[in-house]
């Protein structure tokens, strides 16, 4: 495995819509080997192919319970409405208020190309919309109701 570099906002591969996996071969394995490795060191909750460079339709999401890899996904469900804290790994010392379904339900193939479905409440949902959003070229801060003043992150702590 190994650590890759996370993409910041304003390079132009965070604003294209990635192609879909095809080959479920061992280079996608790594890929996902070496993108659990690199959200686990940046403390993150999701991470998203594009953000290390990959214009691919492949995310992984790990709210803490393991990690999820999503190849392929779409939203089949959703439900509810959370107005909640959020940031991204591309866009590091900020952070927004996002209004997102507070129930979501993703079918998604694994890295052997079988299709499932997961679903997910509260931050988990908001992972899944947050990482398959990188996947159409969009960062949180485009629907961010506001962003948090530098005032405001500080007295995050
Ligand atoms: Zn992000």
Redesign the pocket.
Known sequence: MAIRQIVKEGDPVLTKKCRPVEKFDARLAQLLDDMAETLHLAN?V???AP?VGILRRAVIVDVGEGVIELINPKIIAFSGEQESLE?????PGEWGITRRPDYVKVKAQDRNGNEFTVDGRELLAKAFC??L??LDGI??KQKAIRMLTPKEIEELG
Request: overall charge negative; glycine content about 18%.
């Open positions: 993150g999701g991470l998203a953000q940031g991204c790994l591309s866009c947050h990482e959003d990188h960062i949180y």
